[in-house]
C-alpha cells in the first residue's frame, strides 16, 4: 500500500513538472518595470527604451544586428509532431528615416539557439550567413517581413511576407496584405510606413498560419499565408527559443516591437491592449525658428557683419574656394546621394597622406569617418565637365540601388571643378592584389582564393542579369576586388561601369580597361559582358597563379599568363601554374576546373567564352565543364600576341572620360603590323 502511494505521488509531482515546462505564456503590453522585461535577452543593437516602453531592435547604425529572444525555450516535450502548437500575437512598426534608402525588415524566429551573432550584417534579417544558409543544422523557423528586395534569395518584391525554414529562401510568401471581412477581399499593407501593424502566428496540426492587420482591425478571418511544417524535424531535440531578429546592412530605419504575446495553445493566448500600446516614435522633422525671434537674429547678425566685415570677409573667400563645389538643377532630384566636399574634407582630415589607401591612373583613395556611417573610402577622379557628367553621375546614384551582399556598397558622390569624388564603403581587408602580390600580407589558401572566385562570379551574374538593367563593370582586376575583415570577396570602384536596358544591343563604347584583363574585341566591337567575362577569367588565372596576366619582367615565354597557363596544360602539368605559395595545399581537381575555366573566359573568339551564369554553374561544381584541349581555337592566346606586339611599352597620362590613344612602342626592332587603336587605361599596373 506504501508503495502504491509513493508511484502515485511520484507520477503527480511528474505530470506538474512537465505541465509547466510546456506552458510557457507570457504578455508584454509595453516594455518597462511594469512587465517582466529581466526575462528577455537582447543583443546588437536590440535594447529597452524604458521611457518609450519600446523594444527596439535597429537604429540608424550601418551594418549592425539586434536579437530579442524570451530566455525560457519553448519545449515542445514528449508530445508527438501533431500535437505540438503555440500561438503568438505581436505589434510591430518598421519607421525609415526620410530620406535615406530604408529598412531590410525584422523576423520572427523560433531558433535552437538564441546566440546568432554570425549571421550576415547584409540582407539577412540577422539570421544565417554564407555557410549556415540552407543546412538543415542551423535549426531555424522564420517568420520574415521584409521591406527589401534581393534576388539572391528570389524575392518576390520589397514589401513582402516569408516563411523560412533554415534558409533565407522562403518556402512560402506573399506581397504584405490582409483580409477585410467587412469588404471581403484583400487590401495591401505597406510594412515600412512607420504605422504599427499587427501579426498573428498559430501553430496547430502541422499547419503554420501568418495573418497581417492594421493596428485597430480585429484579426481577419483569414490567414495571408499557410503552411505544412513539421517543427519536430526542425528541431530534433523538441525545444527552440522565440523572439525577434533583424540587421541593418547598408539600409537603416528604426525597428520596433510595442507589444508581444506568447502562448503554446491559442485558447489560452492573452490579448494584448492594444489601448495601452507605447507610441512610435518617429525622426524630427526640420523646425525654422521662430518667427518672433527672426528680427532679433536679424539685428545680431547684421552688427556682426559690421563689426568684423574685413575678417570675416577673407574667411569667407578662403573657405569658399577651399569647399566650391559645382552644383547643377539637375543633381537636386539624387537629394542625400550627393556629400558636400566640406563633410568628406573633414572626414578625411584634409586627405591627409596617412590615410591615403591607394593610387592609380585614375585617381587617390582615402579612408575617412563618416557621424553614423562608420568607416568609408573617398575616390577622387579627375573629370571634364563636358564629357557626359550628366549622365555618369547618374549612372554612380544608380549604382547605390543594386543590391547584392558582395557588392562594395555605393554611398554617393560630391562634385567639384575638374574632380569627381566618389563615396563608398570601407573594407578593411583591403584589396585582393596585396594579398596575391604583397609579401606584408599573409598569403590566402586555397579555399579562400576559390570562395573569393566564386564571390565575385556571383556578383558579376547578378550585374549581367538579376539587375533592372544589363550592368558592365569594365574594369575587373585584383586590384578592384575588396575584402572584409572575414576575407570574403566584394566587387568595387565602379566608376568605368555602364548600364544598358535588357534585352538591347549594346551601344559600343570607347575601349577601357586595364593591360592583361581587356579582351581582343574590344578595339572593335566595344564593351559587351563577353569582355567582363574576359577580364574575369584573366582575375580567375591571376587568382590561382599568384601571377599578373602580363608581366614584362618575366621572361619571354612567361610574360603573358594566359599563353603560360596553355603551355603548362600542353606539356600535361597544368597544377604546375599554381601559385608556389599554396605549397601544396590545394584541391587538384578544383585547380585544374578554376584554370581551365579561366583558360575558356579567356578565349579570343568571344562565342566561345561561357556567360557568367554558366560560369556560377561550372566554379560551383553545379554542371560539369565541358570537355576541350588546350588546342582549341583561340584558346591560351595572349590579346598582344593577336595584335602582333610581342612587347609593348606603353606610356600614358592619367585622365577619366576623355579619350586619348596611348603611347605604343615595340620592344624589338621587327616589321611587325601594329593595328591603331583608342584606349583609356583604368588605374592599373
Request: net charge positive.
Amino acid at each position: 500500500m506504501a508503495q502504491s502511494f509513493h508511484l502515485l505521488l511520484l507520477f503527480f509531482v511528474n505530470l506538474i513538472c512537465f505541465s509547466s515546462q510546456q506552458d510557457l505564456s507570457f504578455v508584454f503590453d509595453g516594455f518597462d518595470h511594469q512587465y517582466p522585461t529581466d526575462n528577455l535577452y537582447l543583443d546588437g543593437l536590440a535594447r529597452i527604451q524604458n521611457s518609450d516602453r519600446l523594444l527596439q531592435l535597429t537604429d540608424v547604425t550601418t551594418m549592425g544586428m539586434g536579437h530579442a529572444f524570451f530566455k525560457r525555450p519553448f519545449d515542445f516535450g514528449s508530445v508527438s509532431s501533431q500535437s505540438v502548437s503555440f500561438s503568438t500575437h505581436f505589434v510591430c512598426a518598421l519607421v525609415p528615416k526620410p530620406g535615406v534608402p530604408s529598412g531590410h525588415g525584422i523576423a520572427f524566429v523560433l531558433s535552437s539557439s538564441r546566440d546568432l551573432r554570425e549571421a550576415d550584417q547584409v540582407g539577412s534579417l540577422g539570421l544565417l550567413n554564407r555557410s549556415t544558409d540552407g543546412s538543415p543544422s542551423s535549426h531555424i523557423l522564420a517568420v520574415e517581413l521584409d521591406t527589401a528586395q534581393s534576388a539572391e534569395f528570389e524575392d518576390i518584391d520589397n514589401n513582402h511576407v516569408g516563411i523560412d525554414v533554415n534558409s533565407l529562401h522562403s518556402v512560402e510568401s506573399a506581397s504584405a496584405s490582409y483580409y477585410s471581412d467587412i469588404k471581403r477581399k484583400k487590401k495591401s499593407l505597406k510594412l515600412l510606413s512607420g504605422d504599427p501593424i499587427q501579426v498573428w502566428i498559430g501553430y496547430k496540426d502541422s499547419l503554420l498560419n501568418v495573418t497581417l492587420a492594421p493596428l485597430r482591425n480585429q484579426k481577419p478571418s483569414k490567414p495571408l499565408l499557410s503552411r505544412s511544417i513539421n517543427l519536430t524535424e526542425i528541431f530534433p531535440d523538441r525545444k527552440a527559443f522565440v523572439g525577434f531578429s533583424a540587421s541593418t546592412g547598408t539600409l537603416i530605419s528604426n525597428q520596433y516591437i510595442l507589444g508581444w504575446s506568447f502562448s503554446r495553445s491559442g485558447v489560452l493566448l492573452r490579448r494584448l491592449n492594444i489601448s495601452n500600446l507605447p507610441t512610435v516614435p518617429r525622426f524630427p522633422k526640420k523646425t525654422s525658428p521662430s518667427l518672433a525671434l527672426l528680427p532679433l537674429l536679424i539685428a545680431l547678425l547684421v552688427l556682426l557683419a559690421l563689426i568684423g566685415m574685413a575678417v570675416l570677409g577673407g574667411v569667407y573667400l578662403y573657405r569658399r574656394k577651399k569647399y566650391a563645389e559645382v552644383k547643377e538643377p539637375w543633381e537636386k532630384e539624387y537629394g542625400p546621394l550627393r556629400y558636400s566636399y566640406k563633410s568628406l574634407y573633414k572626414a578625411t582630415r584634409g586627405f591627409n597622406r596617412d590615410g591615403r589607401l591607394g593610387k592609380g591612373g585614375f585617381g587617390e583613395v582615402y579612408k575617412g569617418t563618416l557621424p553614423l556611417l562608420g568607416d568609408i573610402a573617398v575616390k577622387r577622379l579627375s573629370h571634364d565637365a563636358e564629357q557626359g557628367i550628366t549622365q555618369f553621375v547618374a549612372e554612380v546614384v544608380t549604382m547605390g540601388s543594386l543590391q547584392h551582399k558582395n557588392l562594395v556598397p555605393l554611398l554617393g558622390y560630391c562634385r567639384r571643378k575638374g574632380e569627381l569624388l566618389l563615396v563608398s564603403k570601407y573594407m578593411e581587408g583591403g584589396s585582393v592584389d596585396q594579398y596575391v602580390f604583397h609579401d606584408d600580407k599573409p598569403a590566402l589558401s586555397w579555399s579562400q582564393r576559390i570562395a573569393i572566385l566564386r564571390d565575385i562570379a556571383s556578383t558579376l551574374c547578378y550585374l549581367h542579369t538579376g539587375a533592372t538593367q544589363v550592368v558592365l563593370h569594365r574594369d575587373i582586376k585584383a586590384s578592384n576586388v575588396m575584402l572584409n575583415r572575414n576575407l570574403q570577396g566584394f566587387l568595387g570602384d565602379f566608376g568605368m561601369a555602364r548600364f544598358h536596358d535588357h534585352g538591347t544591343n549594346l551601344s559600343a563604347t570607347a575601349a577601357v580597361g586595364t593591360i592583361g584583363y581587356m579582351a581582343p574585341e574590344l578595339t572593335s566591337n566595344g564593351t559587351s559582358t563577353k569582355t567582363d567575362v574576359y577580364a574575369f577569367g584573366a582575375f580567375m588565372l591571376e587568382v590561382t597563379c599568384g601571377r599578373r596576366p602580363f608581366d614584362p619582367e618575366m621572361a619571354v615565354e612567361k610574360r603573358h599568363l594566359v599563353k603560360w597557363v596553355c603551355e603548362c596544360w600542353k606539356n600535361g602539368s597544368l597544377v604546375d601554374a599554381i601559385d608556389t605559395r599554396l605549397r601544396g595545399k590545394f584541391v587538384p581537381e578544383e585547380v585544374e576546373i578554376v584554370l581551365k575555366l579561366g583558360l575558356r573566359c579567356t578565349s579570343i573568339v568571344p562565342e566561345s567564352r561561357p556567360n557568367m551564369e554558366q560560369v556560377v554553374q561550372y566554379i560551383n561544381s553545379h554542371q560539369k565543364l565541358p570537355e576541350f584541349s588546350p588546342k582549341f581555337p583561340g584558346i591560351g592566346v595572349s590579346t598582344q600576341v593577336l595584335m602582333g606586339v610581342p612587347s609593348l611599352e606603353i606610356t600614358f597620362s592619367p585622365v577619366t572620360s576623355s579619350v586619348s590613344p596611348p603611347s605604343v612602342s615595340p620592344s624589338s626592332a621587327d616589321n611587325s603590323t601594329f593595328i591603331s587603336h583608342t584606349i583609356i587605361y583604368g588605374d592599373g599596373r
